[in-house]
Nanobody
Framework: VQLQASGGGLVQAGGSLRLSCAAS????????MGWFRQAPGKEREFVAA????????YYADSVKGRFTISRDNAKNTVYLQMNSLKPDDTAVYYC???????????????????WGQGTLVTVSS
C-alpha cells in the first residue's frame, strides 16, 4: 500500500487549503483513512478519520467545525478541507490507513498500519 499526500503550502491565518491523499496498491474503498499532524517539537496528533464506508467520521476538538474529511473511492483519494486556518495548525500532515478491511473510523495511531510521507502546512499570522 502506498499513500501520497499533497496540497500543503503556506497560507495566511483565516485562509483555506485542501489536502489530498492518493492511495494505491489495493482496493481503496474497503479501508479506514485518517489524517494526523505533527507540529515542530510536538508529538504527532490525531486530526480526522473516516470509516471505510464514509458513514463514520471523527474530528479532533481543535479542528471541529473548521476541517472536513471526505473520500472519493472512484479516485482512491481522501481529502482534508481546512478552513479558517490558524497558526497553531502549522504542522506536517500525514494520511494513514489500516490493513484490515471494513474498519470503522479511529482516532488512535496504533490502529493504522500504513502512513504517507507527509505534507507541510504553514499558517502565517
Amino acid at each position: 500500500v502506498q499513500l501520497q499526500a499533497s496540497g500543503g503550502g503556506l497560507v495566511q491565518a483565516g485562509g483555506s487549503l485542501r489536502l489530498s491523499c492518493a492511495a494505491s496498491g489495493r482496493t481503496f474503498s474497503s479501508y479506514r483513512m485518517g489524517w494526523f499532524r505533527q507540529a515542530p517539537g510536538k508529538e504527532r496528533e490525531f486530526v480526522a478519520a473516516i470509516s471505510w464506508s464514509g458513514g463514520g467520521i471523527y474530528y479532533a476538538d481543535s479542528v471541529k467545525g473548521r476541517f472536513t474529511i471526505s473520500r472519493d473511492n472512484a479516485k482512491n483519494t481522501v481529502y482534508l478541507q481546512m478552513n479558517s486556518l490558524k497558526p497553531d495548525d502549522t504542522a506536517v500532515y500525514y494520511c494513514a490507513t489500516k490493513s484490515s478491511r471494513y474498519s470503522s473510523a479511529s482516532r488512535y495511531e496504533y490502529e493504522y498500519d500504513y502512513w504517507g510521507q507527509g505534507t507541510l502546512v504553514t499558517v502565517s499570522s
